[in-house]
């Protein structure tokens, strides 16, 4: 299993960011979670196969059609202990 933590920045709040990457990371059995970070970036954890996993970073980098993706930064991050892809909080 692959995971990792992204920090997506740019126009990515106010542009339905976290339901797109929900929706696009169930579509891929992604398991993690997304958030609105106070800085205005987007932070997500995503895990699983690493084609998959491959696949929802790509994604990252475009986003939903009205957001404007500057930057999508990795760094390894050990997986989620619960299954599932979900919106958390603002945090």
Not at 12 to 23: A, E, F, H, I, S
Not at 75 to 81: I, L, Q, T
Request: hydrophobic share 40%.
């Amino acid at each position: 299993m692959t995971a990792l933590l992204l920090a997506i920045t740019g126009r990515v709040q106010g542009v339905g960011y976290r339901d797109w990457l929900v929706r696009e990371a169930q579509r891929r059995g992604i398991q993690g979670w997304v958030r609105n970070r106070p800085d205005g970036s987007v932070q997500a954890l995503v895990a699983g196969e690493s084609e998959a996993v491959k696949a929802v970073v790509a994604a990252c980098h475009r986003g939903p059609l009205f957001a404007r993706v500057s930057q999508v930064a990795e760094s390894a991050h050990p997986p989620p202990e619960e299954t599932g892809f979900t919106r958390m909080a603002d945090g």
